[in-house]
């Protein structure tokens, strides 16, 4: 089976979690009127963890790319901030049960970040260019936080269709 990725959009995202990005007017300006702040922008949840940044190397990946394992976190969501303006792949699945339903994929713009909400099936970070490094602010605490699902036919993710 193909599927094709799709642009990165607030709407399309919405049902397995929040696009980061500053776009449009900002909330409220800040530091002397010099800083824009789009305030609130993620559904955080930690579950009984704290929240923690890391920061992930990634190894770049080429489209079209061979997707053959999914994974979630059942106790907190994970925010991916890119630490460079190279866009990247974000592949989801539909639905929450002990399988993925559908799966989707979209590529982000240049400054476009993800929060992934708790429970979301998801690829694993897929950068498409070097240096594939990333802030990522996730739970810290005790407890099983992944569960990964092989695909039993693996899927192969294309560029745009458009």
């Known amino acids: 089976m193909d599927i094709h990725a799709e642009p990165l959009t607030p709407t399309a ?3 397995f ?19 824009g702040r789009f305030h ?4 955080l949840d930690f579950g009984g ?34 630490m460079s303006l190279d866009p990247f792949l974000v592949i989801v699945a539909e639905g929450q049960d002990p399988t993925p339903g559908r799966i989707r994929a979209f590529l982000t713009r240049p400054g476009q970040g993800i ?7 998801h690829g694993v970070l897929t950068p498409l260019h070097a240096p594939g490094l990333f802030a ?9 936080n992944l569960e990964e699902y092989w695909l039993p036919e ?3 993710v294309y560029g745009s269709a458009g």
């Open 136 to 144: 990522v602010v996730d739970r810290i605490g005790e407890g099983q």
């Open 49 to 82: 963890g704290r929240a923690g940044i890391s920061v992930f190397r990634a190894e770049p990946r080429a489209l079209p790319y061979m997707l053959d394992l999914v994974e979630r976190h059942p106790l907190g969501s994970q925010a991916f901030l890119p």
């Open 17 to 35: 979690g929040d696009v980061l990005e500053a776009e449009g007017a900002p909330d409220r300006l800040i530091n002397q009127g010099l800083c």
């Open 154 to 156: 693996p899927l192969t």
């Open 13 to 15: 995202f919405s049902p």
């Open 40 to 43: 609130d922008r993620a559904r």
């Open 115 to 121: 929060n992934l909400l708790r429970n979301c099936w």
